[in-house]
């Protein structure tokens, strides 16, 4: 079933267009050989992950700061495999993260392909709760800057998802209004709830198979987007 009238389709970027955990696991996986840090990699992203989504869910409530989400989670990390690391070393690797994160740019499949097809029918922006310094890199080295009129991340907000400022600026920015709005996203808070309680339509991109969602268009590929637009 096509949704109807809708001119403009609004997409998160990590777990949803941009392939975050593959791309993670490179970065860390150089930053490791580059720092000596001695340590299996699949060991350390075990405890990683997990403790990396908490950080995120406490950063989107604003429990913890940008800094704390960026130091805290590689030193609970660390401690959770009982590999001593000093808080130098922790910091470093916490800036090398960021700084080489956006050099690997794998895409989640049929991304690709779900931008070409919806690109001639729609007009396509990103609304973002990742850094505003790495968000826009990712994008531009990922060749999929191109496609979007609009970029709204929740540092230029001021707020994060599903927080209703961000969504307010970002059709604001896009001249778009919420009706005619359909929103792509992975957090069914963040990205499914906030939007709809701002009056767009939504699409659940169930990225991490949880099928946990009722009443709302459900996909675990973006090619099937164009069942329903």
Known sequence: MKLNNIE???FDLDHTLWDFDKNSALTFEYIFKLNKIDLELSRFLEVYIPINFDYWENYRKNLVSKEKLRYGRLKDSFLAVSYPVDDTIIDKLSNDYIL??????H???GGVEALDYLSEKYTLHIITNGFEEVQHKKLKNSNILNY???ITTSEEAGVKKPHPTIFEMSLK???????????????YEADIIGAAD?????IYFDYYNKS????????KNLKNLNLYL
């Open 212 to 219: 946990a969602y009722n009443n709302v268009i459900g996909i």
């Open 173 to 187: 920015k896009a001249n778009a209004l919420p009706e005619k709005s359909v929103m792509i996203g992975d957090n």
């Open 107 to 109: 895409l989640l499949d």
């Open 8 to 10: 403009h389709v609004f």
């Open 100 to 105: 080489y994160l956006s050099e690997y740019n």
């Open 148 to 150: 979007f009129n609009t």
């Open 198 to 202: 701002f009056g767009l339509q939504t």
